[in-house]
């Protein structure tokens, strides 16, 4: 018997086989080809347009798509005039609703995918940070008392104080570990729920009527100048995120892991969280608390693409406003009245992530 | 490219850790760190990678690793860390690609020729078809594999690994070793940490022997520093040992010569 040269690769391989200890606490799917996810990407962000086209026509009366077209045309100059009443209601009523709502799906599910690969936890949403209360207390602040700045920089402020707090608290010995971030979050989350809480059970029926709209959330109030301000600030909160995503796929990996690759976790993580934190407040503070979309849209993301944040991102931005302006479509047809979005996105929204995890993936430890 | 560690002591406040390490990882060598868990195998990685401030120094070739930022660290050193499952499925694809990170220079991250480099790692340590996988799907020891493609796509003359073969079946282990010191071979300093005497034995050139309160116990080649001795020393529980006399499966090639003329 002659041992082989040290040289050469062995012909013994270890053998295939599924993990023993498996545990990935997500959903997947076959991995996609890079050429397949572009594909997609192209095709959500046409699909937009053409929801964003379907939902002006859609309304308290219905206005053709040959007449939204015409009077969109007209607007930005390409044709002369139009009916007058039509033009109003497509441009000053609903293209700024559908604007906004879009730029508010998109702005929730690019932070939503942002904090998941931050925090190496697929299940982790804008709420977790303590976001989403903080910026509703400090919507609720400037509603309770007089400030001289306005209910949305508040919120803004609000906001970021929270995420300051949680990062502060979850320090420990020079490192902040998941763990201690999440506790921290839910504290300072559970802190500026009570206080909001306390607004409510002190504040006057007027009073009271305003932070009920700020916890159902809704669109009514969308206006040329939220949309000025909102849509440009979440293209670029959003092409800012996709920036980071590469780094974001090794950062998921671990602090050690990632360092040793190169990658320097805190300023990496600080970015991302002030980036995807600004984005949450920014929607929050112009359409009040919407649930779930943070959550559900990357998640349906990364079951059409694999976990890349490369394509996760963009692509949680273009169905985040798909998902929202079809949210809001329903929202302001299915009763007289206007049904807060929020409701809209948690009722379609649980039965849809179901859904998802009962035909759409390969479980884990399932064949893929 | 020599690795040279001297006088690097590191303290959890006041719980001494590691006591004044010195040694140089030569190319070409494959170096075995050997010692009971707690001694700070890991925590001395840590302290070599740069993670953790520590009073001494760490220098490649002369240059002084702790001035460098993490990039420029990942471009010299890489660090195998023990196969585990992430939060994300990750393709053994995408997963080899993160070894490139410290090379990218553009924005949105690797290129056609870092897709090729990596498919030559991954046939390096013989996992081209399974490039396309799930990386969580695989079993332990093809895990442990696509880290070390990992490392090998980080292209570093370095190579730290954390103990490669924990937890994988027998004829994992015996392929991990020899695909790590094939890697030796081809002209890399390799630092493995192990806590199996025989392994040692069998495929490392030298071994560094780390006892109690983090001081280095031994350095040299294994057949003179692993003795019945060190072991005593190292695992007082274990009792009396024998280097020979009880039956030992073993590969034939990792076998002294007369042994295996005689088997």
Redesign the interface.
């Known amino acids: 018997m002659t041992p082989p040269a040290p040289s050469s690769i062995p012909a013994t391989r270890p053998t295939a086989g599924r993990g023993d200890e498996t545990r990935c606490a997500c959903v997947v799917s076959a991995p996609v080809s890079n050429r397949r996810r572009a594909v997609l990407l192209v095709v959500t962000a046409a699909l937009v347009l053409v929801v964003a086209v379907v939902s002006i026509t859609v309304g308290a009366y219905v206005i053709p798509v040959g007449d939204v077209l015409k009077v969109l045309a007209a607007k930005t100059g390409l044709t002369d005039s139009t009916n007058s009443l039509n033009a109003s209601v497509v441009w000053d009523m609903r293209l700024t609703r559908v604007l906004l709502a879009g730029a508010v799906g998109a702005a929730l599910a690019c932070s939503g995918a942002a904090y998941q690969g931050t925090f190496r936890n697929p299940l982790v949403e804008p709420f977790i940070l303590g976001v989403s209360a903080g910026a509703a207390c400090g919507a609720g602040l400037a509603v309770m008392v007089d400030v001289p700045l306005s209910m949305q920089v508040m919120a803004f402020i609000f906001g970021m104080l929270a995420v300051w707090l949680t990062y502060t608290l979850s320090r420990v010995r020079g490192e902040r570990p998941t763990v201690t971030l999440i506790l921290a979050g839910v504290v300072v989350g559970s802190f500026f729920s009570a206080v909001f809480s306390l607004f409510q059970y002190a504040g006057t029926d007027e009073q009271l009527r305003r932070l009920v709209f700020w916890v159902m959330g809704g669109f009514y109030r969308a206006t040329w100048n939220d949309v000025a301000v909102v849509v440009p600030a979440t293209v670029i909160g959003c092409l800012l995120l996709w920036r980071f995503g590469w780094r974001l796929n090794v950062l998921s990996l671990g602090d050690d892991e990632a360092r040793s690759l190169g990658v320097d976790p805190e300023p990496l993580r600080r970015w991302v969280i002030v980036l995807a934190t600004a984005l949450t407040a920014l929607a929050v503070s112009v359409s009040g608390i919407i649930a779930w979309v943070g959550l559900l849209v990357p998640h349906a993301a990364r079951m059409m693409v694999g976990p890349d944040h490369r394509f996760v991102i963009p692509l949680s931005a273009t169905l985040g406003a798909v998902f929202v302006m079809a949210c809001d479509v329903l929202a302001r047809t299915i009763h007289t009245g206007e049904v807060p979005i929020s409701i809209i996105t948690s009722i379609l929204g649980a039965p849809y992530l179901v859904y998802l995890l009962r035909t759409r993936a390969t479980h884990l430890g399932a064949s893929s | 490219m020599t690795l040279q560690v001297r006088g690097l002591s590191f303290a959890y406040g006041a719980h001494p850790v590691l006591d004044r390490i010195g040694l140089d990882l030569r190319p070409g060598e494959l170096c075995a760190l050997f010692g009971p868990n707690g001694t700070g195998k890991s925590t001395l990685y840590?302290c070599i990678?740069?993670?953790l401030r520590h009073g001494g120094t760490v220098t490649l070739d002369g240059e002084d690793l702790s001035g460098l930022?993490?990039?420029?660290?990942?471009?010299r050193v890489?660090?195998v860390?023990q196969q585990h499952?992430?939060?994300?499925?990750?393709?053994v694809l995408?997963m080899v690609l993160?070894?490139r990170?410290?090379h990218?220079g553009g924005?949105?991250?690797?290129r056609r020729s870092d897709v090729q480099a990596c498919e030559r790692v991954l046939a390096?340590v013989?996992l081209a078809a399974?490039r396309?996988?799930?990386y969580?799907?695989?079993?332990?020891?093809?895990?442990q594999?696509v880290l070390i493609a990992r490392a090998l796509a980080?292209d570093c003359q370095v190579l730290l690994l954390d103990e490669p073969t924990a937890s994988l079946d027998f004829?994992?282990q015996?392929?991990v070793w020899?695909?790590v010191?094939?890697l030796a071979?081809q002209g890399r300093a390799v630092l493995v940490c192990t806590h199996e005497p025989n392994h040692v034995l069998w495929f490392c050139d030298r071994v560094l022997a780390l006892g109690r309160a983090g001081r280095l116990l031994a350095d040299g080649v294994p057949s003179e520093v692993i003795t019945t001795e060190l072991v005593r020393t190292l695992y007082p529980t274990v009792g009396a040992v024998s280097m020979t006399g009880a039956s030992v499966v073993a590969?034939?090639?990792?076998l002294p010569t007369q042994q295996?003329a005689s088997g």
């Open positions: 840590r990678l740069g993670h930022r993490p990039a420029q660290v990942a471009r890489s660090y860390p499952t992430n939060a994300f499925p990750f393709t995408d993160m070894g990170t410290p990218l924005v949105f991250g690797p390096q013989g399974e396309d996988q799930l969580h799907t695989l079993s332990g020891g093809q895990r594999l980080q004829g994992n015996m392929f020899r695909t010191r094939d071979r590969p034939v090639d990792v295996s």
